[in-house]
């Protein structure tokens, strides 16, 4: 058990929806990273906060959009969902930045339909 | 455009044997090269995290080795388990803050008995 808490596991949805995949990081960690995993594409790196603040962006499209809150928990929301958008959603999290492992969730299995 | 190629894409080995997988960059800046391993299903679990100057790092069974000069990291897995039934993933850092992250396509392993 990693210590990173995603929801829901799963979610299915239609085109031109909207939904929200949440985050709760390790006790203590400060950094929380999102990840995109689809079929034919290794995980691709969308967005990093640090403390509630952005931090990096990765390739995160413009209809998708994160925070984080002051309890550090993360929301990662995506808009107008396209068929392609169908994928595992990764969240992971590290006590700063830095040379420190990143701990993943199980993810959120995204699948439009 | 950084790249991160690594082979074989998939093996099969006989539990007890040792294999050795491969991890070709053409990250820069370079700043330290990670191995995951992740279970089908789960997110990735980092193994080791080696930086510039680290030749060699081990976790257990694991051994990575990392030459900076010719752009070439490996895992080695002695022993192998029926548990070690994974994809490994390679991944370069570019900067200290370990969010400029570019991902292999991972090598697919599966022991069989």
């Known amino acids: 058990d990693s210590g990173v808490t995603q929801t829901p596991k799963h979610l299915i949805t239609a085109t031109g929806q909207r939904v929200t995949l949440r985050c709760s990081p390790r006790?203590?960690?400060?950094?929380v990273y999102w990840y995109q995993q689809s079929l034919d594409q290794g995980l691709q790196f969308l967005i990093q906060?640090?403390?509630?603040?952005?931090?990096a962006k990765g390739n995160i499209l413009e209809r998708f959009s994160a925070q984080q809150f002051p309890d550090l928990h993360s929301e990662l929301n995506l808009s107008s969902l396209e068929l392609g958008d169908s994928a595992l959603y990764f969240c992971?999290?590290?006590?700063?930045?830095?040379?420190?492992?990143?701990?993943f969730g199980d993810g959120t299995r995204l699948s439009i339909l | 455009k950084n790249q991160v190629e690594q082979s074989p894409q998939s093996l099969i080995i006989l539990e007890g044997k040792n294999c050795t997988l491969q991890?070709?960059?053409?990250?820069?800046?370079?700043?330290?090269l990670r191995w995951y391993k992740q279970d089908t299903g789960r997110g990735p679990v980092s193994l080791t995290i080696?930086?510039?100057?680290?030749n060699t790092k081990s976790n257990g069974r694991y051994t990575a080795t990392l030459d900076a000069d010719t752009k070439q990291s490996s895992l080695h897995i002695t022993a192998s388990q029926l548990s070690d039934s994974a994809s490994y993933i390679c991944?370069?850092?570019?900067?200290?803050?370990?969010?400029?992250?570019?991902f292999g396509g991972g090598t697919r392993l599966m022991v069989k008995p």
């Open positions: 991890c070709n960059y053409t990250v820069s800046p370079f700043s330290n």
């Open positions: 006790s203590g960690d400060l950094s």
């Open positions: 080696m930086t510039f100057s680290e």
């Open positions: 992971a999290s590290s006590p700063s930045s830095g040379n420190q492992p990143q701990h």
């Open positions: 906060y640090y403390n509630g603040e952005e931090r």
């Open positions: 991944v370069v850092s570019e900067d200290n803050a370990g969010n400029m992250l570019t």
